[in-house]
């Protein structure tokens, strides 16, 4: 069972990055530093979406509306933090005192 939970805090750790440099790169594309007129940009960019949108969209359902401004990326990496400080280890200690 720890080596799942190890496998699920490496894939949390994976997607943490993901969603930074998403977020980043979209803060970066808004303010025109980064043109989108760049294949590597538009393909990065694109995949970057595709992999964070489906997690984005249970959370902006739920959030109200703030405009230009979205919060989505902040809450998922408040959840990330929550489940692998304070569930994640939670799960282990019962797990490791019912097989001993």
Not at 47 to 62: A, F, Q, S
Not at 72 to 91: K, M
């Amino acid at each position: 069972m720890n080596v799942l939970l190890d496998i699920i805090q490496v894939l949390l750790n994976v997607l943490w990055w993901i969603i930074i440099i998403q977020a980043i790169l979209s803060i970066l594309i808004s303010f025109n530093v980064i043109n989108t007129q760049n294949d590597l940009v538009r393909q990065l960019y694109s995949g970057l979406l595709t992999v964070t949108e489906p997690i984005y969209r249970p959370v902006r359902r739920v959030l109200p509306d703030f405009g230009a401004l979205d919060f989505a990326p902040f809450v998922v990496l408040i959840g990330i933090q929550i489940l692998e400080r304070i569930i994640i280890p939670a799960i282990e200690r019962n797990t490791t005192a019912t097989f001993i």
